[in-house]
């Protein structure tokens, strides 16, 4: 579906591309242009999906965490206190008022007497899942944005040669108004976003690291105290005891 898509905008953004030699400056050459880059952004989009992608990833690649590194760490070291002081069972009313859905359903699982040896393999393996989408995301990304400089050129050159046909030939700077907007385009889009899939990797990479320590911790029966220490070595340099 995608993939058509990409053919039939392919196909509007060359048209657009060729009426652009029969304006000059002014009102319409701009519509046209706005077609041309519009159209050809919309190819390239469609076309240079890997495979696997579908628009629903960019929904994803965010992921549900609805906590911070800080504010997760707090809700282990509750959970741990509340086993400690109370007992596994106590922690069902506990469990119902966890914000993190993966975190509520891992405490399930420790309820219903399920071993570390076997949600340790689940927490990772949801790593992975996400580390994959956060990959996929990316090769489309770098993809487009690789691309996005051609979809000026074609009517770049378009307007260079039908500039070059006419007589006293005038205006080359006009020609390369496309391929430029372009250019610039493809600056800010690698300048807004070209860093972000790293921070998303590390943010995913520190979230599925404290659920593991967390409920490590938690079914070894840890002291309150060590559970946050243990947390925060894994996002802190020195977390606690630098002062020490």
Known sequence: MIKGLGVFLMVLYAGFSFQLDGFGPGLSYGIVLVL????GIGAVYCLAAPEGWGPESWAQVDGPFTLNSESMIRELESL????????LLAMESRRKDLKDPFLRHLMKKVMDGHEKSTLLPLIRSQCETRFRL????????????????????????????SI?????AT??????????????????LEAAFGGRF????????????????GLT???????VELVGDR?????????RWADA
């Open 164 to 168: 070059l046909m006419r007589p006293g």
């Open 80 to 87: 741990a206190r509340t086993v400690r002081q109370e007992g």
């Open 171 to 188: 205006g080359f700077g006009l020609a390369f108004v496309p391929f430029g907007l372009m250019l610039f385009l493809q600056l800010i």
């Open 36 to 39: 041309t880059l519009a159209s």
């Open 134 to 161: 956060i990959e996929l995301n990316r090769d489309f990304f770098e993809r487009v944005i690789a691309l996005i400089p051609l979809v000026g050129l074609v009517p770049t050159l378009v307007l260079f040669g």
């Open 198 to 213: 790293e921070f998303l990797r590390n943010e995913a990479r520190i979230h599925y690291e404290l659920l593991e320590e």
């Open 231 to 239: 947390l925060r070595s894994k996002v802190q340099v020195n977390p």
């Open 217 to 223: 911790c938690i079914q070894d029966g840890v002291t």
